[in-house]
């Protein structure tokens, strides 16, 4: 079992930057992948970012050169993310993947407008 809460979302305008940060309890030495995902209202959830334990990273095309991933510890990520578009609207997903399944946050608002 595996425990994640997302912090950081909030209001920023277009060009801004903000972080967001994952924190995960529980079975954390068993996290294969480490990621972040989005929803937009009347859309799909899609991948935003990824991260393995050894450090390599996936981006979506939308995101990349904006947008940076990183896991200082084994139970943190982080998603900066820069140059924001109002497009980057949506509800931010931490997601923690395991051998046995898949673990998701809450959720955090980010909304980038004038």
């Known amino acids: 079992q595996v425990h994640l809460v997302e912090s950081g979302g909030g209001l920023v305008q277009p060009g801004g930057s903000l972080r967001l940060s994952c924190a995960a309890s529980g079975s954390i030495f068993s996290i294969n992948v480490m990621g972040w995902y989005r929803q937009a209202p009347g859309k799909e959830r899609e991948l935003v970012a990824t991260i393995t334990s050894g450090g390599s990273t996936n981006y979506a095309d939308s995101v990349k050169g904006r947008f940076a991933i990183s896991r200082p510890s084994v139970n943190t990520v982080y998603l900066q993310m820069n140059s924001l578009k109002p497009e980057d609207t949506a509800v931010y997903y931490c997601?923690?993947?395991?051998?046995?399944?898949?673990?998701w946050g809450q959720g955090t608002q980010v909304t980038v407008s004038s």
């Open positions: 997601n923690a993947i395991l051998p046995a399944r898949p673990y």
